[in-house]
C-alpha cells in the first residue's frame, strides 16, 4: 500500500485539474460556437416615369372627375419600359380612352443590395397630353433623365438632367435649373415648371427632372378645366443600413487542454485502454517484487 500511494495521488491530482480546465474552458467555448445572427437592411429605392395628380372639371364644375395615373412606377428590385399610357375618364371625349404619354423610350429601374440602392428613369422623345386639349399637347421633350444612387459608406447622390427642346402648350420654352419658368398661353391656360430638383439627406436622395404645376381652361369655356400636377422622370433611394456586428466582444477560440510534462508518446494510451498512471502503477509493481525477493533469500539464509 505505501508504495501505491504515490502513484495514484498524481493521477487524480491530474484529473481534478484537467476537469477544473475544461469547465473553466466550456463557456468561451460555448460562446464562439453558436452562428452570428445579424440582420440586413438593403435599402430602398423606387422610380417612376410618369405620375398625374389632376382634377378634372366638367361643366362649370358641376362634376369633378380626378386624373391620377402613372407610367412605370417600380419599387426595388424592379423595372419597366412601357412607352405608351392611355386613360379614360366618363364625360371627356365621350368616354373613350385618350392618350395620357406617348414615348420613345421610358425606362425606369430600381435596384437595391446590401452596399447600395439605386433608382433611375430615362424618358425620350415623349408628348404628354390633359384632358380637353385633344389636338395640343401639355408638354414635348426630347430627353429627361433622374437618377439617385445611396451607397453605404458614403453621401447619397442625387441627379436630373432635362436634355435637349421643351415645347409647353405649343411654345418652346428654354428652360433652366434655377428657378421655375412660366408659360402662358391666351385662350388656353398656363404651366409653371420646376426642372431638375434634387434633395438629399444623410442616408436618402430624390431627383425629379420635371415637376409641372398646370391650370388649363381651354378659350374658358369652362367644358374642361384642368388643374393639378404632372411629374415627369423622379427617382428616389435610401442607403442600406450597415450590418450589425455579430458579438461586441469576440471570444478567443478555447485552447487544447493537453497534460503537464507527459511525454509526446504517451498521447496515444487511451486508444489502448491504459491511463496516465500506468508508468507510476507498473514503477510500483517492480518496487514491490523487488522487496519480495529480498525477503525470500533473508528467510533462506536464516534457514541455513
Known amino acids: 500500500m505505501p508504495a501505491r500511494m504515490p502513484t495514484r495521488l498524481p493521477a487524480r491530482r491530474f484529473a481534478a485539474t484537467a476537469a477544473a480546465t475544461v469547465l473553466a474552458a466550456g463557456p468561451a467555448a460555448l460562446a464562439g460556437a453558436g452562428p452570428a445572427h445579424a440582420t440586413e437592411d438593403h435599402g430602398r429605392a423606387s422610380a417612376v416615369v410618369l405620375r398625374t395628380g389632376l382634377d378634372v372639371s366638367l361643366l362649370n364644375k358641376s362634376v369633378n372627375v380626378p386624373l391620377t395615373v402613372s407610367l412605370n412606377d417600380v419599387q426595388a428590385p424592379r423595372s419597366a419600359e412601357k412607352t405608351a399610357l392611355t386613360a379614360k375618364l366618363d364625360g371627356v371625349d365621350g368616354g373613350q380612352p385618350f392618350t395620357v404619354l406617348d414615348a420613345e423610350v421610358a425606362r425606369s429601374s430600381a435596384k437595391v443590395s446590401a452596399k447600395k440602392a439605386e433608382g433611375s428613369v430615362n424618358l425620350a422623345h415623349a ?9 395640343l399637347s401639355l408638354i414635348e421633350i426630347e430627353q429627361v433623365s433622374a437618377k439617385a444612387v445611396c451607397a453605404a459608406g458614403e453621401k447619397p447622390v442625387a441627379t436630373a438632367n432635362p436634355l435637349g427642346a421643351v415645347t409647353v402648350l405649343g411654345k418652346k420654352t428654354t428652360v433652366t435649373a434655377g428657378g421655375p419658368t412660366e408659360v402662358k398661353v391666351p385662350g388656353v ?6 426642372v431638375a430638383s434634387t434633395r438629399t439627406t444623410s442616408r436618402t436622395a430624390a431627383a425629379t427632372a420635371l415637376q409641372l404645376k398646370v391650370s388649363i381652361n381651354p378659350l374658358k369655356l369652362n367644358v374642361a378645366e384642368v388643374g393639378g400636377t404632372v411629374t ?8 442600406p443600413a450597415a450590418p450589425a456586428p455579430a458579438s461586441a466582444d469576440p471570444v478567443e477560440p478555447a485552447t487544447e487542454v493537453k497534460p503537464q510534462g507527459a511525454p509526446a508518446d504517451e ?12 508508468p507510476y502503477v507498473a514503477a510500483g509493481a517492480v518496487a514491490l517484487l523487488a522487496a519480495g525477493g529480498r525477503a525470500v533469500v533473508l528467510a533462506r539464509r536464516k534457514r541455513g
Open 127 to 135: 408628348k404628354v397630353h390633359v384632358p380637353g386639349l385633344p389636338l
Open 267 to 278: 498521447a496515444n494510451l487511451a486508444e489502448t485502454g491504459a491511463s496516465s498512471a500506468t
Open 232 to 239: 415627369l422622370a423622379e427617382a428616389t433611394c435610401e442607403t
Open 189 to 194: 391656360g398656363e404651366v409653371r415648371l420646376d
